[in-house]
């Protein structure tokens, strides 16, 4: 007794091939595949290329927040002077910054004084946030000690200013120049407070890689900042590094009790989690509609399939008269379907995964085209639109492409194994 072939034989194989490169004229539907492949293609680039830029965009955001940032900010809550007013300033801040800095997986633990001011220039005004911290401390900030683009050196930051280069445009300045800065909680007179004007030498012009930092961030020297901002033996906060941001919320309670009991802290996830959310639901909700995408290109496989049974019932009828059982059939009409699927998410992998290592000139083709101002800073924050390729990004439009293509394929190819022979060729 023979031996029954096992399943996906060759010569299932073979049948399939026929069919899939058959023309118009034979009966077969080479248009309709065409187009199915094209589609697959298409929608798994899509799906690929919107997974790297949501990758990419989350990332190069969380960046520039940790490596300009404070990753925890320690203050207190204030005390109330004789005046009646809460002061927050910190006085044993070099006590507590030691205490913070010896908790586990705390890296360091800097004072600062903050103050918002008015800066002027050849005529020109603008707003900027000062940041008074020691030159050592400085050198720690990646992103402003180690930054995208810089001009000047740090080695001089304790005679002058360090500036963004957001606010350097906004006021022309150039290393080398003078920018005066406005306080209005100046000294205090007999006819109340006079605003504090000083002028700094810019020897630091750093561009961190976000708009908002870049147009409204200066760092100046610590001691210095205490003078200009009257917080003489006094700090307004204390920022924290740690060794790993993302499980910030770990140390929390370590830092909160080793700063002591007037203290309080904010995270980098509390300054923005709001935006960060919001990043995950615009996430969540693009991939469903990317996978909708998928899906509707899948469903072509469905027509192709459908009119490529239509055309060969004479053929099927004619191979089950032969010996071809019902699973064969199923399985040649299944490997007809899912090699569609499997070559277009193969080629939509491909140009997915180009497009996310090629963005930056594409972008600036399609840039060019549009005549510029496609991508405004000031509004996303970040210079340039980003794209970073994760292993599982890349995996998840693979499974979802092959399980939509296989699963759609099976319904046409059961029709196709359930032809009645004698119906098939009853009027051939």
């Not at 995208?148 to 963004?164: H, K, M, P």
């Not at 961190?208 to 917080?231: C, H, K, S, V, W």
């Not at 510029?372 to 800073?377: F, L, Q, R, T």
């Not at 970073?388 to 759609?408: R, T």
Request: proline share 4%; hydrophobic share 50%; net charge negative.
């Amino acid at each position: 007794m023979a031996r029954a072939p096992a399943p996906f034989a060759a010569y299932e194989w073979l049948i399939a091939w026929r069919y899939l490169r058959a023309k118009r004229a034979d009966g077969g539907v080479s248009v309709m595949t065409w187009i199915s492949l094209i589609g697959i293609t298409l929608a798994v680039f899509a799906l690929i290329a919107t997974l790297a830029v949501r990758s990419g965009f989350r990332a190069e955001f969380v960046d520039t927040i940790l490596g300009s940032n404070a990753h925890v900010t320690v203050y207190t809550a204030g005390e109330v002077n004789e005046q009646g007013q809460i002061l927050r300033t910190i006085a044993e801040y070099e006590t507590m910054a030691e205490k913070v800095a010896e908790v586990p997986g705390v890296i360091r633990a800097a004072p600062l004084v903050k103050g918002q001011v008015m800066a002027s220039s050849r005529g020109r005004n603008a707003g900027i946030e000062v940041f008074g911290i020691s030159e050592a401390d400085i050198q720690t900030i990646p992103r402003i000690a180690n930054p995208e683009t810089a001009v000047g050196s740090l080695e001089r930051f304790n005679e002058g200013i360090a500036i963004g280069s957001g606010v350097a445009r906004e006021l022309g300045l150039a290393l080398g120049d003078t920018i005066k800065l406005i306080s209005p909680d100046g000294v205090k007179t007999a006819f109340g407070v006079s605003p504090r004007v000083k002028n700094y030498e810019v020897v630091y012009i750093f561009t961190a890689g976000r708009y908002d930092i870049d147009r409204t961030r200066a760092y100046m020297p610590f001691g210095e900042a205490q003078l200009y901002f009257n917080r003489e033996g006094a700090a307004d906060e204390i920022e924290v590094m740690i060794d790993d941001p993302e499980n910030v919320d770990q140390l929390t309670l370590p830092i909160l009790r080793a700063a002591g009991a007037s203290a309080m802290v904010w995270t980098w996830r509390d300054a923005s989690g709001g935006f960060l959310r919001a990043l995950e639901i615009e996430d969540n909700v693009m991939f469903v509609i990317m996978s909708v995408l998928v899906l509707i290109a899948a469903m072509n496989i469905v027509s192709g399939l459908i009119m490529l049974v239509k055309n060969k019932g004479r053929d099927i009828g004619i191979l089950r008269t032969m010996g071809l059982t019902e699973g064969a059939v199923l399985r040649v009409f299944f490997i007809c379907g899912a090699a569609t699927g499997i070559i277009g998410t193969i080629l939509g992998v491909i140009l997915g995964c180009l497009f996310a290592i090629y963005i930056d000139p594409i972008f600036s083709f399609v840039n060019y085209v549009a005549g510029g101002g496609v991508w405004d800073p000031s509004v996303r924050g970040i210079y340039e639109l980003p794209a970073k390729l994760n292993l599982s990004d890349v995996l998840s439009a693979i499974f979802l492409s092959l399980g939509l293509s296989f699963v759609v394929t099976i319904f046409p190819a059961r029709r196709a194994a359930r032809m009645n022979p004698v119906e098939a060729l009853r009027y051939e």
